[in-house]
Nanobody
Framework: QVLLEESGGGLVQAGGSLRLSCAAPAGSFSSYGMGWFRQAPGKEREFVAHIDWSGAKRHYSDSVKGRFTISRDNAKKTMYLQMDSLKPEDTAVYYC????????????????WGPGTQVTVSS
């Protein structure tokens, strides 16, 4: 089992930056592909970014490509999401998740989830 804990959310103005962290204090972090998802009020949870176990392969949704950067440090058992040029439409609860196999953009293929961290971007 993998325990996940997000941090780093908050309130920021449009055009600003935030860095989210996802710590995995328990479990075999380096064995898992990791993803970021987000859910805005009244909307379904959606894929944001994915990184494979080694950090060599990364994928992004079209809506964040070029603005967000996913990374991981297996020695620290932590994953990151650097969010730049934030827009009001990025406002959501952001979740990290761990995956062993499957489609990296599909929620159902992720085995473990964190409780989420709120990101609010003001215009």
């Amino acid at each position: 089992q993998v325990l996940l804990e997000e941090s780093g959310g908050g309130l920021v103005q449009a055009g600003g930056s935030l860095r989210l962290s996802c710590a995995a204090p328990a479990g075999s972090f380096s064995s898992y592909g990791m993803g970021w998802f987000r859910q805005a009020p009244g909307k379904e949870r959606e894929f944001v970014a994915h990184i494979d176990w080694s950090g060599a392969k990364r994928h992004y949704s079209d809506s964040v490509k070029g603005r967000f950067t996913i990374s991981r440090d297996n020695a620290k058992k932590t994953m990151y999401l650097q969010m730049d040029s934030l827009k009001p439409e990025d406002t959501a609860v952001y979740y990290c998740a761990a995956q062993q196999l499957g489609d990296w953009s599909a929620l159902r293929t992720y085995d473990y989830w964190g409780p989420g961290t709120q990101v609010t971007v003001s215009s």
